[in-house]
Structure formats: structure tokens, C-alpha cells
């Protein structure tokens, strides 16, 4: 076990659901400390009895949702050009690239509000997201409720494998890299799928 996961274990120890809530929400400001990595840890502790797993989901669940409104309201405070201005000049603190903002931004201007959703399970961008939903004056409550279900499914998926894996959890990290290779091609293709449906139905109508 490596030294960040025994962080996250004795964060757990230690402050319980508020903890893993605190992680989840640095892991949306700050996205180098991977929910990956959390989430199955937590999912572990709960395997021990340490926790109950319900309790980890909605600790992590609600960590993330808090977590995404600064960045969220960063988002609506700036535009584009003063926002990668700021990015190229404090961003290597938080390493934040502002290429990650452009993709994140590119990933919204494709898919819309429903990005939110998705872009919560894809570890490439789902804490870079909310800037762009900010940016775009996406009004609050949608976003909320997009960002808590996608966030809601994230927690259950990550806490669940770590709860079924036990000590064997952080086998958990190299399967969700690869999903998240594929969930861009795999969202394409159901967006795809979607606007083929829909221009067929304006032609039949």
C-alpha cells in the first residue's frame, strides 16, 4: 500500500464521513488527489466495519457536489480569456493546465448541459467541467441536480468495487483510467445516436 493510500485510510480513521466528504471536496478544487483513490479506500474501510457504506457514498456524493461550486463560480466570474490568463499564471499551483480548461470547455460547447451528467464519471475532466457550466450561466439548480447524480453514481461505483475488492481495492484505480479512455468515444457515440434520432423524427413530422 503506498503512502497516499494509507493517507486516505487514516483520514478515514480519523474524521470518518466528514473525511472522506473533505477529500472529495479538495479532489473537485484541487484534481491531482484522485477520487480513484479515495473512494476505494473508503469502500475498504466500510468492508472492515469501520463505516457504513451508505454513509461513504453520501459523504462522497456530497463532497463532490460542494467541491464543484467554486470552480463553478469561478466559471461564471470570468470569461474565457481572463480565465486562461489567471490559469497560465497560478494554475501550475493546483496543476491545472490551460489546455485542461480548453478540453473542458470544448467537451461542453459539444454536449451541452448534459456534459454535467456524464463528465462526472470521466476522470479526464469531471472536476475541470463546472468552469464551463459556469461560464455558460447554466443556471444553478440544473446544475446541481446533474452534478449530485453523476457524482451520486461515481461515489457508488468507486466505494462499491473497493467495498467487493476489500484489500485487493487499488486494483481499482488502472480499470477506471481505462474506462475513462473510452467514455468520451462511448458518450460520441450515444450523442450520435440521439441526433440521428431526432432529425429523423423532424423529417417524419
Known amino acids: 500500500m503506498d503512502w497516499l493510500s494509507q493517507w486516505i485510510l487514516s483520514i478515514i480513521d480519523n474524521l470518518g464521513s466528514v473525511g472522506i466528504a473533505l477529500m472529495m471536496f479538495l479532489e473537485n478544487v484541487f484534481p491531482p488527489i484522485p477520487s480513484e483513490l479515495i473512494m476505494p ?10 463505516i ?5 457514498i453520501i459523504a462522497g456524493t456530497v463532497g463532490s457536489v460542494l467541491g464543484a ?9 470570468f470569461d474565457e480569456v481572463r480565465l486562461l490568463r489567471l490559469v497560465n499564471r497560478y494554475g501550475k499551483y493546483l496543476l491545472i493546465s490551460p489546455q485542461d480548461i480548453q478540453n473542458s470547455q470544448r467537451w461542453f460547447d459539444k454536449y451541452g448541459k448534459s456534459v454535467v451528467f456524464f463528465g462526472r464519471m470521466i476522470p479526464a475532466i469531471r472536476s475541470l467541467i463546472s468552469i464551463p457550466a ?3 450561466r447554466m443556471p444553478l439548480l440544473p446544475f446541481l441536480i446533474l452534478t449530485a447524480i453523476g457524482s451520486f453514481l461515481w461515489s457508488t461505483l468507486l466505494a462499491y468495487a473497493g467495498f467487493v475488492l476489500a484489500a485487493n481495492y487499488q ?5 477506471v483510467e481505462s474506462f475513462g479512455r473510452y467514455a468520451a468515444i462511448i458518450i460520441g457515440i450515444l450523442v450520435l445516436y440521439w441526433l440521428i434520432k431526432r432529425i429523423k423524427q423532424v ?3
Open 69 to 77: 461550486l467554486p470552480l463553478y463560480y469561478l466559471g461564471s466570474k
Open 203 to 205: 423529417y417524419q413530422a
Open 171 to 175: 486494483k481499482v484505480a488502472p480499470v
Open 41 to 50: 479506500a473508503a469502500g475498504f474501510a466500510a468492508s472492515l466495519g469501520k
Open 134 to 136: 459556469g461560464m455558460a
Open 52 to 56: 457504513n457504506l451508505l454513509m461513504v
